[in-house]
């Protein structure tokens, strides 16, 4: 806050609503960046156990009821089995986070206008540098691990025509993710759903948030018969998550405005999201897609509820996971073609029975990738926010 804002009559009031503000501010950042670094970490593990371990089924006919720290280990990494739920969880935070400077401003002036060739520059400065090493990286580690046979079989094609299916961020309609970067595939519809925004916002500008809400959600079953059930991933199959992001986005403006929700309400919204947690646990068993849609549900209410705490941001869990946070986007960029590597040096691809490698795969993964995000995301992010214009 400028000083020119603290008159002699009114500044101990003034300083002590900006410092609540910016309080809340700051504990809304570290619950978004806890909840990326959580996501992003969840879904790297839940990959390492793929890659280095046998699996739970076959680990259980090994080793029975022994009791060595292996086998606890083991057996307490049972709830990652569901660890893919992080991609709903990047998928709503993602609307969120788009759509919250929309949501504000329009707060403000109901006439405000998306700049959409400005929001598609710094969409791309943020993502494509990061995008396009993350594939260089991903074609030298796994040129490097086709010298370890035999050939792990997460290793696809790493050829040309690959590398730009990916790099226009096709894959899942025109092709499959390249080599062994099988996470990509939601990084293409975060792409698509950043293509299609300036749409969705001058819908919201017209009909407002719910009518937009209600017609992301049809299109999102359309999408199921025309797409997803021919095995083809393109955005209007998660539209619906990305956009219950930017409704709370909404929400969260409209709820600045007015006083904290009453506290029976956050107990509601907390099992709501527990409930749908669950429900997506049990769908999983069906198939991945519709635990998808309840997990999004799930972490949408939790989502909405956190954000009104004002002491959110303050305990030591979130804020140790706010750090992973910050790299989030690298981590999940690079981490397959990493445990692959590893997987091929070290055991020749072979799945081990012993668990506890998979925790040193993740931490050589979280150190490449905090690297990367210095000397690659770091930059990007510096060239987006160079590009964002100026306000009067």
Known sequence: MSDTA??????SLSFGRAARSDAKVADKEHVIDAMRGFAALLVAYFHCRQVEWVGMQSFHHVAGKSFDLNTIVAYLTLPIAWGSAGVPIFFVISGYCIHRSAAQRLAKNPAYRLDAMNFW??????IYPVLFAALLLTLALDWTSLHFPPVNHKILDIGPQAFLVNLFSLQGVAGKTYGSNGALWTLSLEVQFYVVYPLLFALRRRLGMMPVLGLVLLVNVASVFVFERHDLQ???????????????????VARDERSSSRRGMA???????????????AAFHFGQYLAFQFWALGFACYLAQALKSRRHGDTPLIRLMSRFGDFSFSLYSIHLPIFVLLSSVFFRSALQVSILPSFGFLLVAVAVAWVFYRCVELPAMKWSAALKPQRR
């Not at 603290?6 to 500044?11: I, V």
């Not at 907390?270 to 669950?278: E, K, M, R, S, V």
């Open 121 to 126: 520059a710094r969409r791309f400065a943020r």
């Open 267 to 281: 107990w509601l919204m907390y099992g709501a999201a527990l409930l749908l947690t669950a429900l997506g646990c």
């Open 234 to 252: 393109f955005f209007t199959s998660f539209w619906f998550s990305w956009t219950l992001g930017a409704w709370i986005a909404e929400m969260q």
């Open 6 to 11: 603290l008159d002699a009559t009114g500044s």
